[in-house]
């Protein structure tokens, strides 16, 4: 039974990495339009590569986890811990900060609908698109201040306490 546990815990932090990194991409594909999808793919490679423990919960129940303790090194573990919070942490930011920009979005599109008559076209919108792009580069410091942190964490002291 407790493994089964252990596999429900892996699979739901593996879920949230998998929703985190779907928004981390979009993000991408608006700062890179040319180059989107390689580094899209270079991000979500790195991401597998250290988002591992949640893999190993998923598939190993407890047991993968103390396979996890016994044979990755100690500075892996770390790094991959780190960054696990930090994917989380970058994920709470975008819940955060994305929930009551949906909701005011989807309340000005029902009163927009409710103010016009059937078949009148919407007004558009007049877009910055260099003020759009540096928005959605500027956008991309927190992950990146997210990896140097996790990569950085990397301390000679550190010591396992058990």
Known sequence: MV???FML?????TALNVLTFIALRRRLLHAFPKRGNLVSIVVGVAMLVLLHP???MLFGGVSGMMSFREQVPEWAQITAMTFQLATWVYGGVLLIKGTPAAFIDAFKRLRRLA???DGTPAEREIVNEERRKALAKAALALPAAIVATAVGAQSPRARRLW
Do not use: A, E, T
């Not at 815990?9 to 932090?13: A, S």
């Open 115 to 117: 103010r016009k008559p």
């Open 9 to 13: 815990i892996g699979f739901l932090v």
């Open 3 to 5: 493994q089964y546990v």
């Open 54 to 56: 949640g893999l190993f």
